[in-house]
């Protein structure tokens, strides 16, 4: 069967993890993606949290799927013809290096630009043009400087980051977006673009409602807040909201039973305006249905601290799956709170391709998340990761089509490094 991407070439000099996010979801999209790794080393993340000796971590795998790899000395002189005839055969460079990293390789976007104008040229940076432009940054610096730990967390505790990998993957996610766009404007123009995402805009675009909060602040208290109930005057800015729902309907986490041993038996409860007598009928106080400082939502806000403590009577008898299942039949938007344990274990998520379980020569069988997005005319399919180096040959011979002898010079350079790594030994 076709893939959506088919005949899209990409160049993916990219590492850890925003990058790599970005051409695994353009390679389970169909696309041809070429990693491109420095000699001997390879991606940072092959060796980083390793937990099988010898083999690439699954930092590595689970973020490389369905890729080639070459390895290539940037800096060698033959590396760099090597990379520039790659450059004009892909449709797509995808790298998010450091600040400068490229253009001291000799990559200018001029560069690019007059050795394949139909070039797609996409980064991830820490930050757009301004200030702090020149900074190196990871995941975390992302979640502070994009809005999202200033947040999260508790009001009276510190700011929070969260497991999400929202300044990575989320980035990531927006610049293939950005990628896809391009390439459709591409069919009109026959020009490529350069394509920026830098993840504290990616952060801050997943915190929108957090600054649509701190422009309501000027019009009056968050009254959806729990601290407006708990008469706790607001700041200057969006405050902490713990696990207030953020939106128009309040919601909270409340204990199910077995949460003195279990730190993940809790259920997310959402006290929706619509099924509020439903609500009642279900914790067995049925007076606050038509009782006036309960019966509608605007009396409700300043209560909301004493709701919950009462729903949570009722979830503390049941399991979390229990309680979910009572509360679906009458329309109670809930969600239990699922440990990795139990997502792995969930026989759904692995029928959908959700959870896929991937075979490695290396390490043996993993599971890993497959394509979140299903397309039904360009369905994913998940293969291993390369090991490093796995694909020179190849590419240099079918890709590129050099001949035999200039496959030998290249590698006589050094080019491709001495030998291969400790993943592929
Ligand atoms: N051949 C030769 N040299 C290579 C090479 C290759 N194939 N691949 C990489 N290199 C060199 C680069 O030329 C560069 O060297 P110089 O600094 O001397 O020019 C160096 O390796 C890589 O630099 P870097 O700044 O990208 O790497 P780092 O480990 O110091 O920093 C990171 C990592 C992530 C902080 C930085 O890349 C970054 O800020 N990236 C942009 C934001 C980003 O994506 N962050 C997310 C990280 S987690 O997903």
Redesign the pocket.
């Known amino acids: 069967m076709s893939k959506a991407l088919d005949g899209v070439r990409i160049l993916d000099f990219t590492?850890?993890?925003?990058?790599p996010t970005c051409t695994q979801l353009l390679a389970w999209l169909g696309a041809d993606c070429i990693k491109?790794?420095?000699p001997g080393v390879g991606d940072?993340t092959r060796g980083q949290l390793r937990d099988v000796p010898n083999a690439d971590s699954l930092y590595f795998t689970m973020l490389n799927h369905n890729k080639r790899s070459i390895t290539?000395?940037?800096?060698n002189p033959k590396?760099k013809e090597v990379l520039e005839a790659l450059v004009k055969s892909c449709d797509v460079l995808v790298e998010?290096?450091?600040p400068g990293?490229l253009d001291?390789?000799g990559l200018t976007w001029e560069h690019i630009q007059q050795l394949n104008p139909r070039m797609i040229y996409a980064s991830?940076?820490?930050f757009g043009p301004g200030p702090y432009e020149d900074c190196?940054?990871?995941?975390n610096v992302a979640q502070c400087t994009g809005g999202a730990a200033s947040t999260t967390g508790f009001r009276d505790g510190p700011p929070v980051v969260t497991g999400a990998q929202i300044g990575?993957s989320g980035t990531g996610l927006h610049l293939a977006l950005g990628i896809v766009a391009a390439l459709y404007q591409r069919n009109a123009t026959g020009r490529g673009q350069r394509v920026l995402a830098a993840?504290q805009d990616g952060v801050l675009n997943l915190c929108r409602v957090k600054l649509r909060d701190q422009q309501r602040l000027a019009h009056g208290p968050l009254k959806e807040y729990s601290q407006y109930g708990e008469g706790v005057a607001f700041g200057k800015a969006t405050p902490r909201a713990g696990n207030d729902s953020g939106g128009g309907q309040p919601g909270w986490i409340l204990k199910c039973k077995g949460w003195e041993n279990d730190p993940d038996a809790y259920i997310y409860f959402i006290t929706q305006a619509p099924v509020w007598a439903e609500i009642c009928k279900v914790i067995g106080q049925e007076d606050w249905i038509t009782h006036p400082d309960y019966a509608t939502p605007d009396a409700r806000l300043p209560r909301l601290k004493g709701i919950f403590a009462r729903i949570e009577q009722w979830t503390t008898t049941k399991t979390k799956f229990e309680a979910m299942d009572i509360l679906n039949k009458f329309d109670i938007p809930c969600g239990p709170i699922l440990s990795m344990k139990e997502i792995l274990e969930e026989k759904s998520l692995r029928e959908t391709g959700t959870i896929v379980e991937v075979d490695h020569p290396k390490r043996g069988k993993y599971f890993s998340v497959g394509l979140p997005i299903k397309l039904s005319d360009s369905p994913a399919e998940v293969k291993r990761s390369p090991l490093l180096g796995e694909h020179n040959d190849e590419i240099l011979r079918d890709v590129l089509k050099f001949d035999a002898k200039k496959v030998e010079e290249i590698k006589a350079s050094g080019a491709l490094g001495g030998s291969k790594s400790m993943a592929a030994e």
């Open positions: 590492h850890v993890q925003s990058g491109v790794e420095r940072i290539l000395d940037a800096k590396g998010n290096f450091g990293v001291r390789m991830v940076k820490g190196k940054v990871y995941e990575d993840m």
